[in-house]
């Protein structure tokens, strides 16, 4: 799969059928994340073998003018589902991807919540596409994967990002 528009049908996917998360707003102000709440850190169902990594790059996310950009890159290869998957014992796709964050204080706070967050396994979850395939797929914390753009949920230019994942991670005891 790999392109940005089969991306998009996967997770338009998932929402028709009433699989998608809750939507931003609504898991930044009542705090429903699909996960319990309180003040452990609860995990998710991320396979095992992925890896993240950052790369400083000189230039910035729009919206952002003053600060460079933290560039996180996650890596999945395929594997066999667990038992905390939708088909055990069955083979899924992984997947390569990037997130943006501005280098400044709180894109870097953002950040540390992020890794955090994966090393609990809440960023990315196996799910079944739309043409029938299993593969690694976000989860419900949103992640910025294109630095300028418009104005879907992946994309800057998005004033009131880092403060609505920041609610959505203390949903989910990450502060």
Known sequence: MGSEQSKEKMYCTRYLNGN????????????????????K??????PDDGQMSITHLTRNVEGYPDCDTIQINFEFDDGIQTD???NPGQKYY??????FV?????????????EI???HKLLFTVATTSTGEERVTF?????KTKESGGHDSFSYPDPN???????????????
């Open 139 to 143: 989860a419900d914390i949103p992640l």
């Open 41 to 46: 850190i609860v995990n998710g169902n991320q």
């Open 102 to 114: 501005p280098l400044n204080h709180q894109g870097t706070k953002v950040y540390r919540l992020l």
């Open 84 to 86: 905390k998957h939708p």
């Open 161 to 175: 990002y880092l403060k609505t994942v920041k609610k959505i991670l203390k949903s989910k005891g990450i502060e």
């Open 117 to 119: 967050a994966f090393n």
């Open 20 to 39: 998608g998360p809750p939507s931003l707003a609504d898991q930044a102000e009542n705090g429903t994340s699909g996960h319990q709440i309180n003040s």
């Open 94 to 99: 992984g997947l390569k991807t990037v997130a």
